[in-house]
């Protein structure tokens, strides 16, 4: 494998990258702990991935989807 493909890969899909390696972690803790392992893995996989694709295309974009789904704080 070429060692200038394979860092570019990385640099241009970091925060991939790192979103599905996470989600793969904290899948791999809840199965150890037993709860529905498979669908979990592949949903914090999946999640991850979305997030970290969101912040390798436009970071500011995932602060606008979490101020449309959270309400505003306060009373």
């Given at each position: ?56 295309e436009d970071p500011e974009r995932?602060f606008h989807i979490f101020d ?8």
């Open positions: 494998m070429d060692k200038e493909w394979l860092r570019e890969l990385v640099e241009e899909h970091r925060y991939r990258i790192l979103g599905a390696l996470i989600g793969l972690v904290v899948a791999l803790l809840i199965i150890r702990f037993g709860i529905l392992w498979a669908l979990f893995i592949l949903l914090c996989v999946g999640i991850g991935y979305w997030v970290g694709k969101q912040l390798d995932l449309r789904l959270l309400p505003p704080g306060g009373r």
